[in-house]
């Protein structure tokens, strides 16, 4: 998996992380833990009351490095407070003694209020599931290293379930999400938990956009 810098001046991106000295996963076949972390929805005051939580959880997940305790943290938590007030805002969390990781987004709609970049980035193909309703954006993703990379291309493994219960719980018929130009890593990893191209065989998005754009099939 890849660390990620969130970029300082674009949307906030899905967030895969790097193992240090980490070999790449093979899909495999191990049979699925018999037991795995409860997945369950946080309401909003529930996110407010543990921001410190979360926010602790995103730096460790990141590596635990300076910046990351301190300006890669703050950053993260204060585009995870902006996005708490969007309409249709779910963040679900993964537990099993302790929280072991979260993911959350937001609806796209045509009439509210949009992902920074999002608007920029959106191949035409996408537009008519924007007036559906139905485009759900994944603002972010963070799972603890000793899951995140467990088989990436099992339906168990914990961020695939994240993910799909997101957008599962809301009806959506595609997840949509930005990786920064350049971030091979994470692009790496987001493709082995599913996310492909919105339109295969076509540059994903235009040259002059900021942000590259996945999707993600229910």
């Known amino acids: 998996m890849t660390e990620h810098v969130p970029d300082r001046s674009g949307p906030a991106a899905v967030v895969p992380h790097r193992e240090r000295g980490e070999r790449p996963r093979t899909r495999g076949k191990a049979a699925s833990p018999p037991v795995g972390e409860c997945l369950r929805p946080l309401t909003r005051c529930q996110v407010a009351d543990r921001l410190v939580e979360l926010g602790d959880l995103y730096a460790d997940s990141c ?7 301190n300006e890669g943290r703050g950053m993260f938590l204060r585009r995870l407070v902006t996005d708490l007030r969007r309409p249709g805002f779910a963040l679900l969390i993964a537990e099993s003694t302790t929280m072991t990781g ?44 000793s899951v995140r990379a467990q088989h990436p291309g099992r339906d168990w493994n914990l961020a695939r379930r994240l993910q799909r219960r997101l957008l ?8 949509v999400t930005l990786v920064a130009p350049g971030d091979v890593q994470t692009l790496r990893a987001l493709r082995s938990w599913g996310w492909r191209s919105p339109v295969p065989g076509a540059r994903a998005t235009p040259r002059q956009a900021r942000c590259r754009v996945l999707v993600l099939d229910r």
């Not at 590596?63 to 305790?69: A, K, S, T």
């Open 168 to 175: 599962t719980d809301h009806g959506a018929v595609l997840g």
């Open 63 to 69: 590596g635990g490095g300076l910046w990351q305790w």
């Open 102 to 145: 979260y993911a959350y987004g937001f609806p796209v709609s045509d009439d509210g209020p949009r992902w920074p970049g999002l608007d920029r980035c959106l191949p035409a193909a996408l537009r008519r599931i924007v007036v559906s309703g139905r485009l759900f954006a994944v603002s972010a993703i963070v799972v603890r290293p």
